[in-house]
Each structure stands twice: as structure tokens, then as C-alpha cells.
């Protein structure tokens, strides 16, 4: 039978909720990933360091037994954040990062920045201490295209805060344009991205050709093909600046499957196996090695995993839903078939 082993690979841009939700998703992602960034984007949002230590505890709890699995928590940047918050941020080493959501871009962002340049000496904060700023780069400009937000951004803000910043290492969260491709190539190495399953598989004819299909409808949303073709190059191109973060955003199918769905693509279950998809069919699997589990933890500057993972070639069938009664949740390709399978 034909394998693939790899070092234990971490996610470095995760969401897992709270509750319920936590308890169905958590067990996925530890038994996939070593490690994980996670989005502090909860009802409310995870400000401080103090928050982000209790939700850190929650986490462990939902860790199935047996299974070692570190989350890395992150803060959420708003225009009230303290500068004595980033400094207790920058002493622990539980917290890895702060995420700047543009207010109202997405899932839980009313708390985030409406405007960008009024928080540049939290910005100057963050370089000085050398923490990473995850991006969620999109414009909000309600005007603008929901197609063009992403290169809006990059444009209009990304630059600007790139430009000012040269010492901020930045990551740009789950590309999705060639523009953002070529942004992040051409900048220096602090300044890096991720790149979800979905992007790199998928192009808008699976969120909106012969039927509306809500479980591919994620922001920034997906993109024309020449876009997801940019995507698959950077990820299979060996290049460290890119690296995997599935952005695995659970909500139950009652709220995607509606007249307003939410936006998040529910893929921690299968993650390795549609990246390993993705690799192969670029003939590059081996390039996902690095991508999975080397160049995240360089950029973070946390060592590389021990131990190993096996993906077996053997077709099999997503799950419909996971989760019991009023919180289920549908998987990304649920029911279809995949042919890398995790052992
Ligand atoms: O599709 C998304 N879902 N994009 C985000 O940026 C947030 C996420 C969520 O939290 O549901
Ligand atoms: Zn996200």
C-alpha cells in the first residue's frame, strides 16, 4: 500500500469555539495537528491575556486523552487594546500573536479595527516586542466588490502598514488572490501567509455553479481559477513565507444552510488529506512536508515536532455531519470521497 509519512504537522490558523462546538471540533484538530493558532474571534472576543489563559484551559479539557496537543493562543486587536496589554502578551508564553480583524469583515468582527491607521501605536508596539500580527486582509468598504476585497486591502492598508512597519513580522491569514501571492513574495521575510484546503482546491464554482452551496461559502471568499492556480503554486513551491492554516471555522448546518448563511468552511476533520490532495495532484507531495509541518513553526520560531504522521492512498467517504441533535456540523466535501486517509 502506498504512504506518505511526515513530521507531525501544526495548523496555524484554527477556529474551535467554546461549548459544545469545542467539545464535537477540538478532538479533530488534536489528532491531526501537534500544535494550532487559535482565533481568539469568541462572543466576546478574546482581548486579554487573562482570557486567553482560561480559553486556553477549555481547550486542554477537550483534548481527547493520550493525545498531546498544544494550543497557541493569540489575542484579538481592538482600538482599546492596552499598551500594558501587549507588553503581559509579550512576557507569557502562552500567547503567540494578536489578529487585526477590519471591523465588520466577518464572523465576529464588531470589535474589531474600523480604522486602521488610528491603531499604528499598537502596531509599533507589537514590532517592538516582535509579535507576530495575523491579518484578516480584506477592505471593508462595503462598495467594493466582495471579489476584489482581499486585493483592496493589500493596496489600500497591507502596503501602508508594511511600508511602516518593517520590522513587524505579519501573516497575511488564508490568501486568496494571486495579488496577495505576489505581495507576500515580494516582501521581506517577516512577512509571511497561509493558505486554506478550500482556496487551493476550489474555485467559485463550487460555492455557486448549478446551486448555491453554502458549506464552500468562507471569507475571504473563494476565488476565480487563475486565483486558486496562484494559490496551488505557493503552497507546492517549497517557498517558507507560505504554510498551512485550514481556518477551519465551524458553525452548526442549521446556520449555514439558511437565507443568510454564515461564512466558515468546516474542514478539521479531514485536513491533511485535502491538503495531501491538493500536493498530489500538483505532483509536489513532496513539498508538503514543509508546507504541513516545517515552515509555520520557523516563522513562529518554535521548533519543529517530533514524531511523525502517516497518510495511507485509500479511498474513502467524509462524514455527512459530526455532532449530536441541534449542533451538528457538515464537513467541507461532506459524503464525497477522499484518497489520502490519515492512519
Ligand atoms: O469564513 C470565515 N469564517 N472567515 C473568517 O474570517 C472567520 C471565520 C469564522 O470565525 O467563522
Ligand atoms: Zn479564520
Given at each position: 500500500?502506498?504512504?506518505?509519512?511526515?513530521?507531525?504537522?501544526?495548523?496555524?490558523?484554527?477556529?474551535?469555539?467554546?461549548?459544545?462546538?469545542?467539545?464535537?471540533?477540538?478532538?479533530?484538530t488534536?489528532?491531526?495537528?501537534?500544535?494550532?493558532?487559535?482565533m481568539?474571534?469568541?462572543k466576546?472576543?478574546?482581548?486579554?491575556?487573562?482570557?486567553?489563559?482560561?480559553?486556553?484551559?477549555?481547550?486542554?479539557?477537550?483534548?481527547?486523552?493520550?493525545?498531546?496537543f498544544?494550543?497557541?493562543?493569540?489575542?484579538?486587536?481592538t482600538?482599546?487594546?492596552?499598551?500594558?496589554?501587549?507588553?503581559?502578551?509579550?512576557?507569557?508564553?502562552?500567547?503567540?500573536?494578536?489578529?487585526?480583524?477590519?471591523?465588520?469583515?466577518?464572523?465576529?468582527?464588531?470589535?474589531?479595527?474600523?480604522?486602521?491607521?488610528?491603531?499604528?501605536?499598537?502596531?509599533a508596539?507589537?514590532?517592538?516586542?516582535d509579535i507576530?500580527?495575523?491579518?484578516?486582509?480584506?477592505?471593508?468598504?462595503?462598495?467594493?466588490?466582495?471579489?476584489?476585497?482581499?486585493?483592496?486591502?493589500?493596496?489600500?492598508?497591507?502596503?501602508?502598514?508594511?511600508?511602516?512597519?518593517?520590522?513587524l513580522?505579519?501573516?497575511?491569514?488564508?490568501?486568496?488572490?494571486?495579488?496577495?501571492?505576489?505581495?507576500?513574495?515580494?516582501?521581506?521575510?517577516?512577512?509571511?501567509?497561509?493558505?486554506?484546503?478550500?482556496?487551493?482546491?476550489?474555485?467559485r464554482?463550487?460555492?455557486?455553479?448549478?446551486?448555491?452551496?453554502?458549506?464552500?461559502?468562507?471569507?475571504?471568499?473563494?476565488?476565480?481559477?487563475?486565483?486558486?492556480l496562484?494559490?496551488?503554486?505557493?503552497?507546492?513551491s517549497?517557498?517558507?513565507?507560505?504554510?498551512?492554516?485550514?481556518?477551519?471555522?465551524?458553525?452548526?448546518?442549521?446556520?449555514?444552510?439558511?437565507?443568510?448563511?454564515?461564512?466558515?468552511?468546516?474542514?478539521?476533520?479531514?485536513?491533511?488529506?485535502?491538503?495531501?490532495?491538493?500536493?498530489?495532484?500538483?505532483?509536489?507531495?513532496?513539498?508538503?512536508?514543509?508546507?504541513?509541518?516545517?515552515?509555520?513553526?520557523?516563522?513562529?520560531?518554535?521548533?519543529?515536532?517530533?514524531?511523525?504522521?502517516?497518510?495511507?492512498?485509500?479511498?474513502?467517504?467524509?462524514?455527512?455531519?459530526?455532532?449530536?441533535?441541534?449542533?451538528?456540523?457538515?464537513?467541507?466535501?461532506?459524503?464525497e470521497?477522499?484518497?489520502?486517509?490519515?492512519?
Amino acid at each position: 500500500m502506498k504512504t506518505l509519512t511526515i513530521t507531525r504537522p501544526d495548523d496555524w490558523h484554527i477556529h474551535v469555539r467554546n461549548g459544545a462546538v469545542l467539545k464535537t471540533v477540538l478532538p479533530h484538530t488534536a489528532r491531526q495537528f501537534a500544535r494550532a493558532i487559535i482565533m481568539p474571534n469568541l462572543k466576546p472576543p478574546v482581548t486579554t491575556v487573562e482570557q486567553a489563559l482560561t480559553y486556553r484551559k477549555e481547550i486542554l479539557q477537550a483534548v481527547p486523552a493520550g493525545i498531546d496537543f498544544i494550543p497557541l493562543m493569540t489575542l484579538y486587536l481592538t482600538a482599546t487594546t492596552k499598551i500594558s496589554e501587549i507588553k503581559k502578551a509579550a512576557e507569557s508564553d502562552q500567547i503567540y500573536a494578536f489578529k487585526l480583524y477590519p471591523a465588520g469583515a466577518t464572523t465576529n468582527s464588531d470589535s474589531g479595527i474600523a480604522n486602521i491607521s488610528a491603531i499604528y501605536p499598537l502596531l509599533a508596539e507589537l514590532e517592538k516586542f516582535d509579535i507576530p500580527l495575523l491579518i484578516h486582509g480584506e477592505t471593508t468598504d462595503i462598495d467594493c466588490d466582495i471579489f476584489d476585497r482581499e486585493r483592496v486591502f493589500i493596496d489600500t492598508i497591507l502596503t501602508d502598514i508594511a511600508r511602516n512597519f518593517p520590522n513587524l513580522r505579519i501573516v497575511l491569514e488564508h490568501v486568496t488572490t494571486n495579488e496577495a501571492v505576489q505581495f507576500v513574495y515580494a516582501s521581506g521575510d517577516n512577512i509571511a501567509a497561509t493558505i486554506t484546503p478550500q482556496h487551493l482546491l476550489y474555485n467559485r464554482n463550487a460555492l455557486l455553479s448549478g446551486g448555491i452551496r453554502p458549506h464552500y461559502y468562507c471569507l475571504p471568499i473563494i476565488k476565480r481559477e487563475k486565483h486558486r492556480l496562484a494559490l496551488v503554486q505557493a503552497a507546492t513551491s517549497g517557498n517558507p513565507k507560505f504554510f498551512l492554516g485550514t481556518d477551519s471555522a465551524p458553525h452548526i448546518t442549521s446556520l449555514k444552510e439558511t437565507s443568510c448563511g454564515c461564512a466558515g468552511c468546516y474542514s478539521a476533520y479531514t485536513a491533511l488529506e485535502l491538503y495531501a490532495e491538493v500536493f498530489e495532484q500538483a505532483g509536489s507531495l513532496n513539498k508538503l512536508e514543509g508546507f504541513a509541518s516545517f515552515y509555520g513553526a520557523d516563522f513562529y520560531r518554535l521548533p519543529r515536532n517530533s514524531g511523525t504522521v502517516t497518510l495511507e492512498k485509500i479511498t474513502w467517504r467524509i462524514p455527512l455531519t459530526f455532532g449530536k441533535n441541534d449542533n451538528t456540523i457538515t464537513p467541507i466535501k461532506a459524503g464525497e470521497e477522499l484518497s489520502w486517509k490519515m492512519q
